[in-house]
């Protein structure tokens, strides 16, 4: 099992860019989370999806959208690239039950100029 | 307030125990967290705790949870340089899609 993978790994944008990062999960989880870390500031909640065909809102939605089409997959869209998206990006993803617990993907760096 | 609040540095000496502390919001919250994270690499889950318990211990680790005073700990015995990274506290809390609320990260430096 790959587990919770995500691509690309690094990438530089230049402001009013557009890019979609991966995530992908082979542990057939209902639920899927994107997150950004700053420095600092912990790791806060993008959206999640708490099934295929589903996403919702999490804590700093605003300049992020994300599609969930496929149950293994989860899409971070950036339509138009701020320098303040700059931030380590992590993907997530968790089974209801048990004790709840989220398994991380290595994250994608991204940086915007 | 809304925020989980943990120091944000602690050093130690290897062979010492570190205790790292951290502050929850919500008295709801029914499992608390324990992750790790090494340099340029993702969460890893190191442990939690239901929150009708007390403590847990796992190995090197045991968590104490206080829930009069939303206070959650690690604390890791004989302390070593693998130890060296940033440890984040976590609530569940309740409402759909299981959401986790993290604190700031305390970065533990384990010296010889």
């Known amino acids: 099992n790959a587990g919770v993978t995500q691509t690309p790994k690094f990438r530089v944008l230049k402001t009013g860019q557009s890019m979609t990062l991966l995530c992908a999960q082979d542990?057939?989880?209902?639920?899927m989370y994107w997150y950004r870390q700053d420095p600092g500031m912990g790791l806060r909640l993008i959206h999640y999806s708490v099934g295929e065909g589903t996403t919702a809102k999490g804590e700093v939605p605003d300049g992020y959208n994300v599609s969930r089409l496929k149950k293994q997959n989860f899409l971070l869209g950036l339509e138009s690239a701020a320098p303040s998206q700059t931030s380590v990006y992590f993907c997530a993803s968790s089974f209801p039950g048990r004790a709840y617990e989220q398994y991380f993907g290595p994250g994608t760096r991204l940086t915007v100029t | 307030g809304e925020d989980v609040e943990q120091s944000l540095f602690l050093s130690v000496r290897e062979g010492d125990s570190s205790v790292i502390n951290c502050t929850y919001t919500?008295?709801?919250?029914?499992?608390l967290y324990w992750y790790k994270q090494e340099p340029g690499a993702g969460l890893q889950l190191l442990t939690y705790i239901f929150s009708n318990m007390d403590m847990k211990q796992d190995q090197r680790l045991t968590v104490l949870l206080n829930k009069k005073d939303k206070h959650l700990s690690l604390r890791i015995a004989d302390t070593q340089t693998g130890d060296s990274a940033i440890y984040f506290c976590?609530?569940?809390?309740?409402?759909?899609?299981?959401?986790?609320?993290f604190g700031t990260g305390t970065q533990l430096k384990v010296e010889l």
């Open positions: 976590a609530e569940r809390k309740e409402g759909g899609g299981n959401k986790l609320t």
């Open positions: 542990m057939n989880h209902e639920y």
């Open positions: 919500d008295s709801s919250s029914t499992y």
